[in-house]
């Protein structure tokens, strides 16, 4: 049954939201490792908003899949066949293997995990690419200290649900803005969170200036939209706004507004920084001792949302993630 | 005739663009001063864009002018009368003292004036708060380096003349954007600017492109609006968005649209940074040491539009800042 290989390819591209026709489901032989190389089966799939924008063919922080490739992800799995040393058979580990049954490898940019700190599927999150983003958002990119106020958007995510944690344990009061009264109280009883907003619930913003009525020092945001222009709305003086990500824009079809109170950056001498993950690998190795410290310790809650149906169900539980029907990490299990 | 002393005061709050209900001129004896004061015959009142912004009953980074108080400007005058050791009559100051014929000062926030180096106007410009503006905008928020390539909005203004030359004199590549071909020739021909875009002739954005195909490192934007957009879209990777005005949008009766294009800043892992310019207060000698150094070896190029009138011109002439209809620094002539 699965002595053959089945690879997601790009079919199509999106226009909007995705859909069926943007995929194809090619099979293929497993493929045998060369000297140097190994096979990872592969057994959970990351889901990450970032993967939107990579369908699109327009010029950004990285090439956009192209038209018959394989999709583009982030993997976790075992290691089967073998010719490299340090990735034996029985090896777990984590890689851009792409959306698919079974990866080659030649180990760069691959992660040995450590299943005995966390499972496998954690390593697509809080010690994968999400914890790494949270950690350098707030740590470096939001120069946050201890006594800010730090508002988080998107907060029940992936990478929202451990930055918010990360700022907590560095001694800052966090309000953290979500969809919906079951992930609001997750973030208050279980993560630690000191206050949220339930976006669906009413105005943003009028919460907002209850929640923080001297302002925000720090705003990690997630989403773009109305939340951020309501978030530059409650600035202090010298705060920092961490861009993210925007998610509530990436299945537009037209430009999205900008944030038409972008000029509170100047009156409140503040400002607006983005960045990508993928300039931080060095710095790995500190993220993942600081995140595996508090894993240990049981300071830091990681939460996957682990969805069931395989490579066929990949663009239906992508599309999962615009919903907001997810808590936490979405991974695909294979 | 002159025994009089003739004062601006806010008559009633503007809604878009100031007319003549905006103001009334109130008519009273000049003051005597008392032990530590001194009295300023007012010279040249400086006209600023910012100056708009305070006419709004909107909490920003300075209270708003009040109804019936004499409006805030920065002037440069005589000393005419003196209790104080410090500023003997006949000095020539500049400081706070608002658009009147006559101040009353204890000497706080008040400069005395070097007519040697620079004459009086000059001490509203390029020595006053555009100059600082421009110094520590490309300096400090900016973080401009050797190098760089700087785009300027505004570049025939005030601010935008004086942080062009700072750049070139830095060894950046220095693009200007301004209003009609007088300015811009006398941006590329007099200031050393290295290339120039006239925004009322075309497409700003195609200009960029072709001015800066490789992109730009910083961008110094006096005027925001669709030109701030433009200039999003051609940042380079870790590029730095001065945020020092908005000009085009001060007159807005509804909140002009934010800048669509913010994403790039994610993309190109950037910066936007708002200043004002009060915070630099004590670093004031270190920005005129250097610009007087530059003027003093005929580096810099300093500009001043006199205007003529008096107090009466006081809101026509402020609305020539609104218009484009100035080049270099505006000042009324008292």
Known sequence: MTAQNRQLRLAKRPVGRIDDTTWEITTEPIPEPGTGEFVVRIQYVSLDPAMRGWLNDVPSYIPPVGIGEVMRAHAVGTVCASQHDSYPVGATVAGMFGACEYALSDGRLVTLVDTDLAPAPTWLGALGFPGMTAYFGITDVGRTKPGDTVLISGAAG??????????????????????????????????????????????????LHEAAPEGIDVYFDNV???????????????????????????NATTPPPGPSRYLSLLVNRSSMTGFIIFDYLKRFPEAQAALGNWIRRGDLITREQIETGGIEAFGTTLNMLFDGANTGKLVLAM
């Open 224 to 250: 773009g939209g109305d939340i951020l222009n309501s978030a530059l709305a409650v600035l202090r003086t010298h705060a920092r706004v961490v861009l993210c990500g925007a998610i509530s824009g990436y």
């Open 158 to 207: 992936a990478v929202g649900s451990i930055a918010g944690q990360i700022a907590s344990l560095m001694g800052c009061r966090v309000i953290g803005i979500a969809g919906g009264p079951e992930k609001c109280s997750w973030l208050t009883e279980e993560l630690g969170f000191d206050a949220t907003i339930d976006y669906r619930a009413g105005s943003v913003g009028r919460a």
